[in-house]
């Protein structure tokens, strides 16, 4: 089970930071991520996470130098930094776990991923 929090309605140019807790789940040597959806159009990946060993993390081009992945595997948490909001930010953000996916190359396609929560709102006006 994943569960976002953190979602809001806030300014252009303030932050937000979603959490997801990942619960029932392989949580280590996992592929975590973020992604948002606005209506009308596809859910896109917006930034990915390795859970185990390394730090690696893949960033959409939109979001890259604004938001940053990180996690906290004594919480078995995941978060995204939002800095700099824009207005084209806003959308229902998902995050997501891709537990069947093996080393460390998470990508952001959202086709790869298979356990989803219920997505939490961010407005930015």
């Known amino acids: 089970q994943l569960v976002e929090s953190g979602g809001g309605s806030v300014q252009a140019g303030e932050s937000l930071r979603l959490s997801c807790v990942v619960s029932g789940l392989t949580y280590n040597a996992n592929c975590l991520g973020w992604f948002r959806q606005t209506t009308g159009r596809e859910r896109e990946g917006v930034a990915t996470i390795y859970t185990a060993g390394g730090h690696k993390t893949y960033y959409a081009r939109s979001v890259k130098g604004r938001f940053t992945i990180s996690r906290d595997n004594t919480k078995n948490t995941i978060y995204l930094q939002m800095n700099s909001l824009e207005s084209e930010d806003t959308a229902v953000y998902y995050c997501?776990?891709?537990?069947?996916?093996?080393?460390?190359?998470?990508?952001?396609?959202?086709?790869?991923?298979?356990?989803w929560g219920q997505g939490t709102q961010v407005t930015v006006s």
């Open positions: 997501a776990s891709a537990p069947q996916l093996r080393g460390d190359s998470c990508p952001l396609g959202a086709e790869a991923y298979r356990i």
